[in-house]
């Protein structure tokens, strides 16, 4: 395994036209297609850093910035902008282009973390991650802070599902 991989090794750009059956009753991009989308391409982009089976551990809030229509293109870009022991951030930008019109809008950001798992299905290590462009710079020095908060939610998550009880069959 190498030590370290640039995070355009990670790179994974995904384009796909929005059809009739991928729409709702406003003609926009169903909310939760556009999520999936944002996983599988995430999930590339962390296989292909570590090259290793990863699952998904989280995904931070995906904020809708821009509706994305029927007939419209939508375009995913991810990669790998941070890495722990056996974590990785994975940074997702979706945009749509209108391809009569030829405007383009970001349409949402995201981030995911992932593991990467060995044969028996235990977290295993990762290369570290080296940030070259700018923006990678920026999400590279800021991805501390989003892992700090995504420790704080997952404490709050695990103390709110603590009060439930789950029945017994």
Known sequence: MKE???CSESLV??????FPTDTNTYGTLFGGKLMSYIDDTAAIAAMRHARKNIVTASTDSVDFLHPIYEGNSV???AFVTYTGTSSMEVFVKVTAEDLLKGEVNLCALSFLTMVAI???GKPTKVPKVIPETEEEIRLYKSAV??????KRRKKETEELASKYRIPKE
């Open 13 to 18: 750009v995904k384009t796909s036209i929005v």
């Open 118 to 120: 060995d044969e028996s």
């Open 145 to 150: 802070n989003r892992a700090e908060m995504r």
């Open 75 to 77: 375009c995913l870009e």
């Open 4 to 6: 370290s991989k640039y």
